[in-house]
C-alpha cells in the first residue's frame, strides 16, 4: 500500500505510518520536521511547499530556502500547494505563491502536488500557462468533474481519491472513477484532516476497496496498479524503500 497524501508531521508518533507513503507540508515550519522524519523512516516520502492557507507567510528567502530544500533526500515533490477560494488570504497572494512554486517545480524537475478548492477556472490556465506537464503531479482530494479530469490528465495530473469516495453522495467523484485513465488513479487519506488520530491504514483499506469495486478490479489489482502510479509519478523505485 502506498498512501499519496498524509500529514505525518501531524500525527502522533504511535499513529505514524511504517509503510510507503507521501508526507505533505503546508508551511516552512514543517520543512524540517519532515526531513527529520524521512531520515527515521526513509519510506515517508516528502512533498515540501507552502499551503494557500499560509501564502502570506512567503517571503523573498522563501524561494530560495524551498529550492534548497527540495535538493534533500527523500523529497520527491513540491506541494502541498494550489488554490482554495475559500480562505481569508486573497487569491492575489495565493496566485502569486503558487506560480512562483510552480516554477520552481519545473526548474527543479518535481512533481507537484495541488491543494484545489473552488478554483480550477484559475488553476487549470496557470498550469498550462507554467507548462506543469513536464513534471506531471497530482490534484489531491479530487472532487471535481469528469471533464475537469480529463483536463487534468492531459496535463499529465494525476487524480488523488480520497475518503470523500466512501460518502454515498459522492456521485460526482464516483463518476470520475470510472471514467479516468487507471493511470490516473492514486489512493490517499489526508490523515489526519477532520479526524481524530488512529489506524489510517483501515482508511486507506476502505478507499482501496471503494476504487476497486468501482473499476471492477480485483483487491491485488488495485494494489498493483495505484502503487505502480504514485511510485511512477513521484519517481520513487521499488528498490528504494526497506
Known amino acids: 500500500m502506498f498512501d499519496t497524501h498524509l500529514h505525518v508531521q501531524r500525527l502522533r508518533a504511535t499513529d505514524r505510518y511504517v509503510t510507503p507513503c507521501l508526507a505533505a507540508a503546508i508551511s516552512e515550519a514543517d520543512w524540517p520536521q519532515l526531513r527529520r522524519l524521512h531520515d527515521h523512516n526513509p519510506q515517508q516520502w516528502l512533498a515540501l511547499g507552502v499551503h494557500p492557507q499560509h501564502a502570506h507567510q512567503w517571503q523573498k528567502t522563501t524561494e530560495d530556502h524551498l529550492r534548497r530544500q527540495l535538493a534533500g533526500a527523500g523529497v520527491v ?17 495565493q496566485e502569486q505563491v503558487l506560480r512562483c512554486q510552480l516554477r520552481l517545480a519545473v526548474a527543479c524537475d518535481k512533481p507537484v502536488v495541488l491543494h484545489a478548492v473552488r478554483s480550477f477556472d484559475k488553476l487549470i490556465p496557470m498550469l498550462e500557462q507554467e507548462r506543469i506537464d513536464r513534471v506531471g503531479g497530482v490534484v489531491h482530494g479530487f472532487y471535481g468533474s469528469v471533464e475537469i479530469a480529463r483536463q ?3 496535463l499529465n495530473l494525476a487524480v488523488g481519491v480520497g475518503r470523500l469516495i466512501l460518502d454515498p453522495a459522492a456521485k460526482k467523484l464516483v463518476d470520475v472513477v470510472r471514467a479516468v485513465s487507471e493511470d490516473s488513479l ?3 487519506t489526508d490523515a489526519p484532516w477532520r479526524q481524530p488520530c488512529g489506524d489510517w491504514g483501515l482508511a486507506w483499506n476502505q478507499i482501496l476497496d471503494q476504487v476497486a469495486r468501482l473499476r471492477d478490479w480485483d483487491r491485488h ?8 502510479n504514485a511510485r511512477r509519478i513521484l519517481r520513487v523505485p521499488h528498490g528504494e524503500t526497506r
Open 152 to 154: 487534468l490528465e492531459r
Open 186 to 188: 492514486l489512493i490517499e
Open 77 to 93: 515533490a513540491v506541494g502541498e500547494i494550489g488554490l482554495d477560494k475559500r480562505l481569508a488570504v486573497s487569491m492575489e497572494i
Open 221 to 228: 489489482q488495485a494494489i498493483r496498479i495505484t502503487d505502480e
